[in-house]
């Protein structure tokens, strides 16, 4: 009766405090994470001590299983302590042929946040539109933020796009959706618009990189600098390629060629599509761009092409995916880089973006953040990973002028688990939209 009577009492307080668990697992509450199954063990070998302890008296013999009585503790014990390793098994097994944890998939792309990608002032509001993505909207739809679910993370790609009060309202959007399904939220790759809000929702802001943009209003192919563009060019010109821009609306007849183009450019690299933070070989999604290609005059043959990512003020001109023929002009994306920048000086457009240097410009001084030291060691000797300094110097011939990038975590070991988790969704992404794509 007294055990009754507590239970009954704090199950009358859970029903009054009902309001307090307002978080939605989106997967099945019997599938355990790792934590979870270490606690309920240690639980269960604590609780199996203390009952041995508590009954080391009493004498062990077969009839204590089956044996029922009013005073029988030991044998309910016994039961008890058998029937909780056998639920706990159960969960492990469930666990071990249901470990993928339920994700949130991704969502076809609104209208709404076409329209907004087409008003933005940053081109990379558009990777937006690759398809692997979910969204959230202002309730005013002046704003998005588009975002992924690792499973254990919302990942939001890039800062929102829109107006700055209504971005503002889904970062928190994002932060509260996270909490409510007892997930993490991480925005990554984010410039510095909006700072303060990140911090406002108790995240940590760590340097990830730096973006080279290049000042197209003075942008020239004179000097010696320039003089591997200015040759790529000239030996383009005569060996008959033309630069040309082909309209989204024309796109139709060059995507075969595209296509062919594509492929050849992923078996010779031995590559694989990428996902989440760059496009891919996708119809559906090149449809949205106008295309640069090196086309040969006298054939019509495409032997390079890159997409073209606009700003709607033409305050920023950017690229995506940019493949080309390792069968034809060897110095045929040299001479594409030219030609986009010489055509986006003259359409107006003042900056050229060429995308990120990852762990470019972390401090490694000896009172520098630890984070910043252990990024700028990986920079300096992990080019047999990634050609961290290679891409860096790549980038400096263009005389770009550097801007930082950040990831907003909840701390410093949760941004090594983000960092982790966005590079399977990159390397990764969706299985099924996976089609082609090169990293910037």
């Known amino acids: 009766l007294e055990t009754a009577l507590t239970l009954g009492f704090f199950l009358l307080l859970l029903v009054l405090f009902r309001s307090a668990f307002y978080r939605l697992n989106a997967g099945s509450v019997f599938v355990l994470n790792w934590k979870w199954i270490l606690c309920l063990l240690t639980l269960i070998l604590a609780v199996t001590w203390i009952g041995l302890f508590a009954y080391r008296n009493v004498n062990y013999s077969d009839a204590l299983w089956w044996k029922f009585a009013w005073n029988g503790d030991a044998s309910r014990f016994l039961r008890g302590t058998l029937a909780a390793v056998v639920v706990l098994a159960a969960l492990m097994l469930n666990t071990l042929l249901n470990k993928q944890t339920t994700r949130l998939k991704p969502e076809p792309v609104p209208d709404v946040v076409r329209r907004l990608t087409a008003q933005a002032d940053e081109t990379e509001a558009w990777i937006s539109l690759t398809g692997d993505k979910r969204f959230l909207i202002s309730a005013d739809e002046r704003a998005y933020l588009a975002y992924a679910d690792t499973g254990a993370t919302l990942v939001s790609k890039n800062d929102p796009v829109g107006a700055t009060d209504a971005c503002e309202a889904v970062i928190w959007q994002l932060r509260e959706l996270a909490d409510r399904m007892g997930r993490k939220c991480a925005f990554y790759g984010i410039g510095d618009r909006f700072l303060a809000t990140y911090l406002d929702l108790g995240l940590q802001v760590l340097k990830i990189g730096e973006v080279a943009r290049v000042d197209l209003t003075a942008f020239s192919l004179d000097g010696s600098r320039r003089k591997d563009w200015r040759h790529a060019k000239a030996r ?205």
């Open 236 to 440: 383009a010109a005569r060996d008959g390629y033309h630069f040309e821009v082909v309209r989204a609306a024309d796109l139709a007849p060059d995507l075969p060629g595209l296509q062919a183009i594509s492929d050849v450019w992923l078996a010779h690299k031995s590559g694989s599509e990428k996902a989440f933070s760059l496009g891919w070989f996708d119809p559906a999604y090149l449809s949205y761009f106008d295309i640069a290609v090196l086309r040969h005059t006298e054939t019509g043959r495409i032997t390079a092409f890159a997409n073209l990512l606009q700003a709607a003020d033409k305050s920023n001109l950017s690229l995506d995916l940019m493949r080309y023929d390792p069968t034809g002009l060897g110095v045929a994306m040299d001479a594409l880089f030219a030609e986009m920048m010489l055509w986006g000086r003259d359409q107006g457009f003042k900056w050229f973006s060429l995308g990120a240097a990852p762990l470019s410009g972390l401090e490694s001084r000896r009172l520098a953040p630890a984070w910043h030291r252990i990024g700028s060691f990986l920079y300096e000797h992990g080019e047999r990973f990634y050609h961290f300094e290679g891409l860096r110097s790549f980038k400096d011939k263009f005389d770009p002028v550097w801007s930082s990038i950040y990831l907003a975590a909840s701390g410093r070991l949760d941004a090594a688990r983000v960092l982790y988790e966005v590079r399977t969704l990159i390397s990764g992404g969706s299985k099924e939209t996976n089609k082609g794509q090169v990293q910037r």
